[in-house]
């Protein structure tokens, strides 16, 4: 008996740091699996809605201390895509994000704080047109387990709005802001 009791609480031992811990995750952009929208103001008539289509990153995710979590994106700013090729070509353009110059654009975290219900607040530092500044997403959880393929992955959802004057992006009409949509699933290393 005693020496069941020693195993048991050897494994205990071993299984439960393993388990607090936090797992390292990489973005599944290869798969499609995660991306970046947006959708901002035309004019004040409408909207439009685009995508980056190149990006990449990795994330460390700790259910048990969400504040230990951490979250890094790195952008291709040359890959926006509103599906109009002129316009496009207009936006990746010095009058705007001037890709040329500014090819990157970078979000790092800094602190994430859990709002309860898998709902939580990832603030972090956004780099773009090569001014840093401070943003907040709000984030969901949306789950994690085995896949098909024998891996193991997690999926979050974020939105969080931007001022394109604050980091000296040129603006027309009403289109000060722009809302971003993420779609974020994560393959465990």
Do not use: C
């Amino acid at each position: 008996m005693k020496k069941q009791l020693i195993a048991l609480g050897l494994l205990t031992a071993i299984t439960i740091p393993s388990l607090a811990s936090a797992a390292d995750y990489m973005i599944d952009t290869k798969g499609a699996h995660a991306s970046i929208n947006l959708k901002v103001k035309h004019l004040g008539y409408s909207f439009i809605k685009g995508r980056f289509n190149t990006f990449e990153g990795a994330f460390s995710y700790d259910p048990m201390n969400l504040s230990a979590s951490k979250v890094n994106v790195k952008i291709d700013t040359s890959s926006f895509d509103t599906n109009h090729a002129e316009r496009d070509k207009h936006v990746r353009s010095g009058d705007f994000l001037d890709v040329k110059k500014y090819s990157t654009a970078t979000f790092t975290s800094t602190k994430i704080e859990p709002k309860g219900n898998g709902e939580m607040i990832i603030d972090g530092e956004l780099t773009l047109h090569g001014q840093t500044k401070p943003i907040s997403i709000d984030a969901q959880f949306v789950g994690e387990g085995e896949d098909p393929w024998g891996g193991y992955r997690a999926g979050f959802t974020g939105t969080t709005r931007i001022e394109l004057k604050d980091f000296g992006i040129q603006v027309m009409g009403e289109s000060s802001y722009v809302d971003l949509e993420l779609h974020v699933e994560g393959i465990r290393q």
